[in-house]
């Protein structure tokens, strides 16, 4: 069955620190896309990266990188010199099928100042 | 801002009641799709909907329908309601492509109560 683990419910670092967001996933589809959203204390999801299972290519934006790798079915999340405004709840996802997306639980972040 | 918009943001509501959330997606997108969060679920799919037809179906509940117009607004109506329904219900919509595969962008959301 499709499933998405992000194992950290919570994590806490102090802000500059460098901190990475874990995402496991089980899927039987052999064409797939991976998505991390955030959504910060006001609430909306924010969208922050879509990934296809073809393409394992590290990506880099900014501060953000992601690393994905289909070996270990991860595709993991980190942010260099965390800053305060990076406190949200951070969501991992996978695509099932054509139709549907399943989300993981999430990871709350804080960066302490 | 993502483009997309939700009305209200807010409801509060009694047990049995009914309540229809609003979504406008952004401008040029077809589809639209519906999710519930709440603590216990935590983000659950719901419905998708691609330029007025039903695309796909998730954990919807048959107390709970929705349909997009032609304008491609679309509406989630909630009927006798229960407890366990308060959470916030959000909107997202995507590029013309139709799939689970385009980018979803999310509405700001609806936090429904129900008391």
């Known amino acids: 069955a499709q499933k998405v683990t992000q194992a950290q419910t919570e994590i806490s670092v102090v802000e500059k620190e460098d901190v990475t967001l874990d995402c496991v996933y089980e899927?039987?589809?052999?064409?797939?896309?991976l998505f991390w959203y955030k959504q910060p204390p006001s609430g909306e999801l924010v969208f922050l990266i879509r990934?296809?299972?073809?393409?394992?290519q590290n990506e880099i934006s900014g501060r953000y990188s992601w690393n994905f790798q289909k070996s270990t079915s991860s595709f993991n999340f980190t942010i260099t010199a965390s800053q305060v405004v990076d406190s949200a709840v951070y969501f991992c996802?996978?695509?099932?099928?054509?139709?549907?997306?399943?989300f993981g639980k999430g990871t709350r972040l804080h960066i302490l100042p | 801002d993502s483009g997309v918009t939700q009305t209200p943001k807010h409801l509060i509501t009694a047990t049995g009641q009914r309540v229809t959330l609003r979504c406008s997606p952004r401008?040029?997108?077809?589809?639209v799709y519906w999710y519930q969060q709440s603590l216990d679920q935590g983000l659950q799919f719901l419905i998708q909907?691609?330029?007025?037809?039903?695309?796909a179906k998730g954990n919807i509940l048959e107390r709970f329908s929705a349909q997009q117009f032609p304008d491609l607004h679309s509406e989630l109506n909630l009927s006798s309601l229960e407890l366990g329904d308060s959470a916030l219900y959000f909107c997202?919509?995507?590029?013309?492509?139709?799939?689970?595969?385009?980018?979803?962008?999310f509405g700001p959301g609806t936090r429904l109560t129900v008391l």
């Open positions: 990934r296809n299972s073809f393409d394992e």
């Open positions: 996802a996978l695509t099932q099928g054509w139709d549907k997306i399943i």
């Open positions: 909907y691609y330029n007025g037809e039903e695309r």
């Open positions: 401008s040029g997108d077809l589809s």
């Open positions: 899927t039987r589809d052999t064409t797939y896309y």
């Open positions: 997202a919509s995507s590029a013309p492509g139709g799939g689970n595969t385009d980018t979803q962008y």
